[in-house]
């Protein structure tokens, strides 16, 4: 199993540019989670979905936009990037989500917007 | 109170030393706990869950108390290959539109590097 998948590994944008990271589980996870993770700050949750065709905002979903078509994939869009946007982002599976469950994640994003 | 609150840190030690992170959480409600690791410029893995009771894997060991809100994590006999970021992560549940769902808090970590 490769597990979490995400691309690219890194990017930069300009300002108003717009970019979908993938992301990809092959571990049959109902449960996928993106994060971004500022430096010293911790994961802030942007969206999750607990399904196919389900998505719901996290913690910080402004400037963003998801979907989820498959159970394996789940994009993230942004539509015009702002500098605020610069960080790494994380994309994250779990198989159910109880007291103890665990989350996977991928490699992760490093976006600059500029 | 923040929701989690680690030790800011960072922490440098000698391989051999013994290290421990403080993590406090604010929710009462909080379900479970966990420490994640996370290396530089990587993602992170799940190091350990907290119980109760306190448990132990290895050299490592957590420990939850609940009335202090406070969990723990010792770290003995420590080698180089253990520097890393420690997370602290709280697992909440929450209740909305019938029904319950659970959500996990990450800390900001803290940066422990273990010296030759």
């Known amino acids: 199993n490769a597990g979490v998948t995400q691309t690219p590994k890194f990017r930069i944008l300009k300002i108003g540019q717009s970019m979908t990271l993938q992301c990809t589980q092959d571990?049959?996870?109902?449960?996928m989670y993106w994060y971004r993770q500022d430096p010293g700050m911790g994961l802030k949750l942007i969206y999750y979905s607990v399904g196919a065709g389900i998505t719901d905002k996290g913690e910080v979903p402004n400037g963003y936009n998801v979907s989820r078509s498959t159970t394996e994939d789940f994009p993230l869009r942004l539509e015009l990037a702002a500098p605020s946007q610069t960080s790494v982002y994380f994309c994250?599976?779990?198989?159910?989500?109880?007291?103890?469950?665990?989350?996977?994640f991928g490699p992760g994003t490093r976006l600059t917007v500029t | 109170r923040k929701e989690v609150e680690q030790d800011p840190g960072p922490f440098n030690v000698p391989e051999g030393a013994t290290v421990a992170f403080n993590c406090t959480y604010s929710?009462?409600?909080?379900?479970?706990f966990f420490w994640y690791r996370q290396d530089c410029r990587k993602e992170p893995k799940l190091l350990m869950s907290v119980y109760s009771s306190g448990n132990e894997d290895g050299r490592f060991t957590a420990q939850l108390n609940r009335a202090s809100q406070y969990i723990s994590l010792l770290i003995r006999d420590s080698k180089l290959s253990d520097s890393a970021t420690y997370l602290c992560v709280v697992n909440m549940i929450y209740f909305e539109g019938g029904g319950s769902n659970y959500k996990l808090t990450f800390g900001k970590g803290t940066l422990l590097t273990v010296n030759p």
């Open positions: 571990m049959n996870h109902n449960y």
């Open positions: 994250a599976s779990s198989y159910r989500r109880d007291r103890f469950y665990e989350q996977y």
């Open positions: 929710n009462s409600a909080s379900q479970s």
